[in-house]
């Protein structure tokens, strides 16, 4: 691990990723502090996404995402890390109603959140709004296969592309919407051989969530990565246990508090000789 400064990743960076063969990491973040542990780490692409409702509000799925929550938590994070590609997910409800809604609420992800781009969950039927967006100027990650946003409809988190129909008609939805002008893909919970296929066939950036080895970049929420959700997904290993480590410290914390070890005889904070004796005769 290295604070170096690093080169500024933009949209050509991670085309020139694909480009070359040199796969990219991306990681979900909701605040600026992680962020810039995470940009001294050397992850390129931050995922501010609505797995925030959960993760950070609280609820049991990703359409209670507020959509200013979502574009001041954005903004934060690129504070946190300038240097990063920053990608906005539009939360429930943002996108889906009106196109001319959809684009608005991507330019204030773009303005006041400086995104770099926004994502979207899609399928053919949004073809004609990524073609506005784009042509508006906002960068667009179309999002396909599983769609948590849509959960309710589909009676719960479900894996995508696993039959030969289902899988082709994935491909197709990829290849339209690098059609319509979309700047990069991200795959979700989809059979591997699928991903492969729209990775060799779309000439855009594709991250993987859940998706297998072969798309160009890959993505998990941080929270999972760091062992600190007491559900894991079975794409996504912790590679740490923080949540063992924090409840270990506040315990500890809260022991030293209670029994009167906290604190340790060194206060930071002192009244002179001189003050001490005029405030103890007053």
């Known amino acids: 691990m290295s604070d170096a400064p690093q080169k500024p990743v933009t949209l050509n960076t991670l085309r020139r990723c694909k480009a070359d063969g040199r796969k990219f990491a991306a990681l979900t973040c909701y ?38 929550f979502m574009v001041t938590i954005t ?23 009106d196109d ?12 006041e959140g400086s995104a770099d781009a926004v994502k979207l969950e899609v399928d053919a039927g949004f073809g004609d709004l990524v073609t506005k967006l784009s042509r508006a100027g906002v960068p667009v990650v179309a999002h396909i296969g599983s769609l948590p946003q849509r959960v309710r409809q589909t009676g719960g988190y479900r894996s995508t592309g696993r039959t030969a129909a289902a899988g082709r008609r994935l491909v197709e939805e990829a ?86 070890d906290f604190p340790d005889g060194h206060h930071p904070y002192a009244m002179t000789e001189a003050e001490r004796a005029i405030f103890t005769k007053s």
């Open 175 to 260: 290849e339209l919407m690098a059609a319509c002008g979309a700047s990069m893909l991200l795959i979700e919970a989809t059979a591997e051989e699928v991903s492969q296929r729209i990775t060799e066939r779309v000439n855009l950036p594709v991250i993987g969530c859940g998706a297998g080895p072969a798309c160009d970049g890959q993505v998990v929420v941080l929270q999972d990565l760091l062992g600190l959700s007491d559900w894991q997904p079975p794409f996504a290993p912790p590679a740490a246990q923080l949540g063992q480590q924090v409840q270990q410290a506040a315990s500890d914390w809260a022991q030293q508090v209670r029994s009167g």
């Open 31 to 68: 605040d600026a502090t992680t962020a810039r542990w995470l940009a001294r780490a050397g992850v390129e692409v931050l995922l501010v996404g609505d797995t925030a409702a959960q993760m950070i509000l609280g609820f049991e799925s990703t359409i209670h995402a507020p959509m200013d």
């Open 100 to 111: 001319a809604e959809a684009i608005r609420n991507a330019g204030r992800f773009m303005t």
């Open 75 to 97: 903004a934060a994070v690129k504070r946190g890390a300038p240097d990063r590609f920053v990608m906005a997910d539009m939360p429930f409800m943002s996108y889906q109603a």
